[in-house]
């Protein structure tokens, strides 16, 4: 096994998240010891470290980079219950830690999941939330010193009624339930192609269900529900720990990964509605909003690992053609779609030490 780099100092605790820039050339790792450290890539393939800073008052959960059209930002979610933007800073100040610019509060339990949105030219920041009281929340900003945040009226994931219903039951008080805390998953990702407006897959509990969102623009309206991704009948009903939304890169359709406590990874296409449906698209040359959602349609396209560890973490490549896997077994697996549009398993590594050689080179 190939070992290219440690990245050292590490953390004092276990390390929650890790996430590399918009460039691939920086990185930024999270802990339960509430600190964040930030490395570069040098011009010898070394990730050399920049800074640290105690970010937080209790574990942080996740990160997440700005695109760089909103300049150098950071997001870090914990189970302090907030989440803080950083901005890097500039000139004598640079080598030290991130400002922060902003605290996100309003969740009644641990954040644990943070995601900018995708950028568009002349776009506000935009950054969406997902906590254990199983609300989706998201934050603009208008202001250039991103000190001042506006929050889109929260949606409670499990009560959200399915497409065409305008039915809507009324969200619990609590934070959930004591089996919900200790089985239930919660994430989100948002799709990377801005054509069709801010949409969002998100989940949250203990149900397998992912729901697909139109977040509109004007943050006093309220969220669309597109469509409803149930697992097969024949499929494990376990809750799901993670979700990435692929990049389309051109293609006609999307593509969804799910992994779940049970080690199940499912792929899911997504097929949007006909062109004249996207936000940019009128006979007149002006933009619409996003309609006829409920046309949007989703399929379960690959279905295994049932019975594996618990998955940690899925991952597209850049191109949305190769999917990366974690587990809690510490093992990262590579998977890749053959011509017969099955899902193969390209290669695997661990995290362990390579062994020590002794003085006989063995």
Partial sequence: MLQTNLLAPGHADLVTHVTYDFYGERLATCSADQKIKLFRKSHEGTWDQETEWKAH???????????????????????????????EPTGREREGRWIERAVLTGAKGSVKQVEFGTADAGSEPRVATISTDSYLRIYSSADPSLSDW??????????????????????????GSTN????????????????WGSIIAVFSGISPIVKILSIPVDTSSSANSITFLNPPSSSSTAPLTSI??????????????????????????LEPPGEKLRVDYNDDGYHDGVGGSAQWKGDCVADFGKGGARIGMVDWNATGTTLTTTDDEGVVRIYKPTYARSWKLLGQMTAEEPPHEDGNGQ
């Fill in 244 to 269: 990435a939304w692929a990049p389309s890169c051109g293609r006609s359709y999307h593509l969804i990964a799910t992994g779940s406590r049970d080690g199940t990874i499912r792929i899911w296409r």
């Fill in 180 to 195: 919900e805390l200790a089985q239930g998953g919660w994430g989100l990702s948002w799709c990377k192609e801005r054509w």
């Fill in 57 to 87: 008052d209790a574990p942080i959960l996740h990160l997440s980079f700005a695109h760089p059209v909103h300049g150098s930002l950071l997001a870090s979610s914990s189970h302090d219950r907030t989440v803080r933007i950083w901005e």
């Fill in 150 to 175: 506006s929050l889109l009226q929260p949606i409670h994931i499990p009560t959200l009624p399915p497409p065409g219903s305008s039915s809507n039951e009324e969200p619990p008080v609590d934070g």
